[in-house]
């Protein structure tokens, strides 16, 4: 081969590379929080048979490291989660703080309730989840 057709396929590739990496890069950049909230809301309100297969397989991983992860620590809701969790599944890293703020948020209306069976209130909804599912 000449070095013209060298140069052109060689230029070719690297604009095929560059044309992946920026395409991946808008993908990523479409994980926001705001859009993983708008997720969130169509996973619960939403019936299954109306959601994606792909939505589906997403909403059933996120459900059940939620389920898994969260415990009664001290007399409040606590998680064990980090964020690398939701990540490694495939899961945006916003779903870990949305997970964090919901529980700050269900711990101070606990306490303004005066609630304290948390273990039994939460074994309870465990068990009606998984029985949903």
């Known amino acids: 081969m000449d070095k013209n057709r060298l ?8 604009l095929l590379l560059l044309g992946f990496s920026c395409k991946k890069q808008n993908e990523a ?10 997720e969130l809301t169509e996973f619960i309100e939403k019936p299954d048979s109306l959601l994606t297969p792909e939505q589906q397989t997403k909403k059933e991983t996120l459900f059940s490291l939620i389920l898994e992860s ?4 001290d007399g409040q809701l606590s ?8 990540t490694n599944k495939g899961l945006s890293k916003y779903y870990h703080d949305i997970l964090e703020t919901s529980l700050k948020e269900a711990n101070q209306w606990l306490k303004e309730e005066k609630i304290t069976n948390l273990d ?3 074994q309870t909804s465990k068990n009606f989840l998984f029985k949903l599912q």
């Open 7 to 14: 140069w052109i396929i060689g230029t070719l590739v690297t």
């Open 29 to 38: 950049s479409s994980d926001t929080y705001a859009s993983t909230l708008k």
């Open 70 to 73: 969260v415990t009664v620590k």
């Open 79 to 86: 998680s064990l989660a980090e964020e690398k969790n939701f």
């Open 120 to 122: 039994s209130l939460l």
